[in-house]
């Protein structure tokens, strides 16, 4: 007996293929759903072409544009918490208020990371 899921079994490229179509799944999931997810895009499609323009070098826009994709990272997985607290249970929880928690404390820390990385790299 294997505790593996019995969804796992694809290898090669068949696997990548997949997996390829189930991110692409998750972020327009994310995109319909979330309206914290929306706003970080938007906030992406602003920064993203800022750190091109105004950072200093290479490392300095390589930085600025990775912080700024770590908070869609972070807010994916947040959002994925959650959905999968929600799905145990709608009912309230102190686990579950913790869980939601502890993810949304996880975004505003990569925000403010935004803001500390930018800083170093601009004023730095």
Request: net charge neutral; aromatic share 6%; hydrophobic share 55%.
């Amino acid at each position: 007996m294997t505790d593996e899921s019995p969804f796992k079994g694809q290898t090669g490229l068949r696997r990548v293929w997949n997996a390829f179509h189930y991110s692409r799944a998750g972020l327009r999931a994310a995109f319909l759903a979330e309206d914290a997810f929306r706003q970080e895009v938007l906030l992406a499609a602003v920064l993203v072409p800022l750190a091109l323009w105004v950072a200093p070098d290479g490392v300095g826009r390589a930085l600025m544009i990775g912080s700024v994709l770590l908070v869609l990272i972070v807010e994916l997985l947040n959002s994925a918490i959650e959905a999968t607290v929600d799905r145990v249970s709608l009912d309230r929880h102190p686990l579950a208020k913790r869980a939601k928690d502890i993810g949304s404390a996880a975004v505003l820390l990569a925000l403010l990371n935004v803001l500390a990385v930018w800083a170093c790299v601009l004023l730095g």
